[in-house]
């Protein structure tokens, strides 16, 4: 409960930090947001307006006063490309992302744990090998590149899968490819600490102990060296759910799947500046609480962690 109440209590300074990383990077572009939304050929009198009524006339700590009392209010601005408030925007696309990272967890977990105990139990056989080599792929290929392949090979050539959008209305099968994109660039990194944190565990002492009161392999292996090595790999899976954020950028564009990650690439593209803010504020939240679920998860399966 210490924890929990810790990450809450620095949540509010971390989006603050945010915050202000983010209006100091709008500030410091050379492209006026007036710009975006005015031709260049413009008097100085209509650019001027157009600045005043944005607040840009201002100074900075009272530009970022506003800012910040905007986003305590729930106002993340009007999106200049949509000109539609990024707040709606963001509740469209959230449910997309929010699935997206949730199969693609599902799909690593399911190859992650048959592949990580039978590569330990089988430890230096020719299935060690193939996962192995299953585990380089699959942390090396980039995800944007396996999507492409995905795409020309299963959606282009032999029509199996929808090759883009998500569906009207939204549906399993066009969720497919793009969580197994995901799913099996996690499973890759996961995969490989299950199978180092297995091989650890069933060196040590109370395994051996196990052994000489006569307990049988499969036992040992599941439940008494899977138990700590689960911590480990829960950890993993937690960091690269929250690394995953840039790669569901890359996956949503080539995909054409709408989502936060596909409006922050709108937002870079157009430099659309509330659209970027808010993309990037409602990414890293879901990041802190993904972290927060990680730490909870822990100190449920490890108990020794609860008296660190």
Not at 146 to 155: C, Q, R, S, T
Request: glycine fraction near 8%.
């Amino acid at each position: 409960m210490g924890l929990i109440l810790k990450r809450i209590m620095l949540l509010p300074i971390v989006l603050i930090g945010v915050a202000l990383v983010l209006f100091a990077v709008i500030h410091l572009s050379p492209i006026s947001p007036a710009q975006l939304l005015i031709a260049d050929y413009v008097t100085p009198e209509v650019r001027a307006n157009i600045e005043a009524k944005l607040g840009l006339d201002k100074p900075l700590p009272i530009q970022f006063g506003h800012y910040v009392l905007g986003l305590v209010q729930g106002d993340l601005g009007d999106s200049f490309r949509y000109r539609t408030p990024v707040l709606n925007l963001l509740i469209d696309a959230l449910p997309s992302s929010m699935a997206l990272i949730g199969a693609s967890l599902v799909i690593a977990i399911i190859i992650t744990l048959p592949l990580g105990f039978l590569a330990a139990r089988f430890k230096n056989s020719w299935i060690d090998a193939l996962i192995r080599g299953f585990v380089v792929c699959g942390v090396s290929i980039p995800t944007f590149y396996l999507g492409i392949v995905l795409i020309l090979v299963f959606g282009f050539y032999l029509g199996l899968i929808p090759i883009s959008g998500r569906g009207e209305p939204p549906d399993l099968w066009h969720l497919i490819a793009p969580a197994l994109v995901l799913g099996i660039n996690t499973a890759g990194s996961s995969t490989r600490v299950l199978r180092a944190s297995l091989m650890d565990s069933l060196n040590e002492d109370y395994i051996r102990a196990a052994r000489a009161r006569g307990i049988s392999e499969l036992p040992i292996l599941l439940k008494l060296a899977g138990r700590n090595a689960l911590v480990s790999t829960i950890t993993v899976l937690g960091t690269d759910a929250a690394g995953m954020i840039g790669s569901v950028i890359l996956v949503e564009t080539v995909f054409a799947r709408p989502g936060v990650g596909q409006l922050l690439f709108i937002g870079l593209k157009y430099h659309d500046f509330p659209l970027i803010s808010g993309a990037i504020l409602a990414l890293l939240i879901f990041v802190i609480a993904v972290n927060a679920l990680v730490d909870i998860l822990h100190l449920v399966i490890d108990p020794r962690a609860r008296h660190i």
